[in-house]
């Protein structure tokens, strides 16, 4: 059975850190690109950040400097440090795993959590 099980979200003020958390199980974790996706109200959702298998980081210009995203393959996780937060990184955060990063860019993904919310007051 797989899951895919997002923690951290919380409301915080500008200029301050959350750490996401996303485990997985039931699938090949190694094998997959994890990203995290963001919804805002009213917006379409947003693939903030993403990392391959062997690590390497992508980002969005929106995010880029300010979260950093990394995985652990032995423990099936994966996490998104956002620091620096701002009012329009407020949304519904969601945990994906994809067979490439190309699919994630499309918003295609064969695994998502259930999100987690993240709020940033001014």
């Known amino acids: 059975q797989v899951q895919v099980v997002e923690s951290g979200g919380g409301l915080v003020q500008a200029g301050e850190s959350l750490r996401l958390s996303c485990t997985a199980s039931?699938?090949?974790?190694?094998?997959?690109?994890m990203g995290w996706f963001r919804q805002a109200p009213g917006k379409e959702h947003e693939l903030v950040s993403s990392i391959y298998g062997d690590g390497f980081p992508v980002y969005s210009d929106s995010v880029k400097g300010r979260f950093t995203i990394s995985r652990n393959n032995n423990k099936n996780t994966v996490y998104l440090q956002m620091n620096s937060l701002k009012p329009e990184d407020t949304g519904m955060y969601y945990c994906a795993a994809g067979q490439s990063w190309s699919q994630l860019q499309k918003g295609i993904a064969a695994y998502w959590g259930q999100g987690t919310q993240v709020t940033v007051s001014s």
């Open positions: 039931g699938f090949p974790f190694n094998d997959y690109v």
